[in-house]
Nanobody
Framework: QVQLVESGGGSVQAGDSLRLSCAASGGTFSSYVMGWFRQAPGKEREFVAAIFWSGDSALYADSVKGRFTISRDNAKNTVYLQMNSLKPEDTAVYYC??????????????????WGQGTQVTVSS
């Protein structure tokens, strides 16, 4: 049993920055691939970023490359998403997720077995 709790969302203007945090409890955090997904109103959930066990390898959606950075602190059981140069199209509920097995596709939501409740990010023009 793994519980994930996101925090750090808020309402900002275009060009601003936010850092999301996801605190994990239960299980062994360092054993999980951790991912961030987002879902805007009326749209499907989409992949944002993922980070592997050692923290030195990561995947990003094309839409956030160069602007977002995913990181993890295994000692604190926490994964972060640093979001810079935010755009209105980044507005969504952001979800943290944990994958317990090996792939095959960490860009896909079905690879993740545990999900947080989400945190709202709103970016205005």
């Amino acid at each position: 049993q793994v519980q994930l709790v996101e925090s750090g969302g808020g309402s900002v203007q275009a060009g601003d920055s936010l850092r999301l945090s996801c605190a994990a409890s239960g299980g062994t955090f360092s054993s999980y691939v951790m991912g961030w997904f987002r879902q805007a109103p009326g749209k499907e959930r989409e992949f944002v970023a993922a980070i592997f066990w050692s923290g030195d390898s990561a995947l990003y959606a094309d839409s956030v490359k160069g602007r977002f950075t995913i990181s993890r602190d295994n000692a604190k059981n926490t994964v972060y998403l640093q979001m810079n140069s935010l755009k209105p199209e980044d507005t969504a509920v952001y979800y943290c997720a944990a994958a317990l097995g090996r792939g095959p596709n960490y860009r896909a939501s079905y690879s993740y077995g545990y999900w947080g409740q989400g945190t709202q990010v709103t970016v205005s023009s």
